[in-house]
Each structure stands twice: as C-alpha cells, then as structure tokens.
C-alpha cells in the first residue's frame, strides 16, 4: 500500500485548502478494507490525528480542534481520501500525513497506523 498526499501550501488565515491521499492499493484490495487517516506535525511537537474515516462502516472521527472546519470524504472510484479544510487558523500550521491503517475501526492513534504517505505542508500565515 502506498499513500501520496497533496495539495498543501500557504494560504491566510481564514482561507481554504483540500488536501488529497491518493492511495495504490495492494492487488485484491479495496478502499473499503482500510481506515484512511490524516495526521499534522507541527515544529517541536508529536504527531497527532486530526481526522479519520472507515470506508466500509462510512463512520468519521475529528479531532476536537478541527470539528466544524475540517471535512473528511473518500471517493472509492479514484481511490483518494480528502480533506477539506475551511477556516484555516495560524495553529493548523503544520505538515500533514495521510495513513492507512489495515481493517475498520477508527483510530487517532498514529502508532495503529500501517502505512504512511509523505508530508505535505500547510502554512497559515497573514
């Protein structure tokens, strides 16, 4: 399984970004055997979970921080996870990684996590 996450940058603070995971499956698999979650690492801080979704049960958790703001979608056609992300504040600063984690249950456990994409930066900046 690999994970491609895209479609970060910089923007102002109250602005948009989406983010993408393109995800290429092992043969025989499906979007709907993996829960895809993002995470974000800021500078000087742990990798924390901001947002997951379970494909087959179609459940979603985020974090508190983002509740509201963030939206988490799939689209099983294109095999990519999004992240829609409104209201953009200073603090959501940070690199973002998208990750697969083998079976349904959610979890913002990063350390559950069984394949991870690379980073791609999100900057909040007047």
């Known amino acids: 399984v690999q994970l491609q996450a895209s479609g970060g940058g910089l923007v102002h603070p109250g602005g948009s970004l989406r983010l993408s995971c393109a995800v290429s499956l092992a043969s025989g698999h499906t979007l709907d055997d993996y829960t895809i979650g993002w995470f974000r690492q800021a500078p000087g801080k742990e990798r924390e979970g901001v947002s997951c979704i379970s494909s087959s049960v179609d459940s979603t958790w985020y974090d508190d921080s983002v509740k509201g703001r963030f939206t988490i979608s799939r689209d099983n056609a294109k095999i990519t996870v999004y992240l829609q992300m409104n209201s953009l504040k200073p603090e959501d600063t940070a690199v973002y990684y998208c990750?697969?984690?083998?079976?349904?249950?959610?979890?913002?456990?990063?350390?559950?996590?069984?394949?991870w994409g690379q980073g791609t930066q999100v900057t909040v900046s007047s």
């Open positions: 990750a697969a984690l083998v079976g349904w249950a959610l979890s913002w456990d990063r350390n559950e996590y069984d394949y």
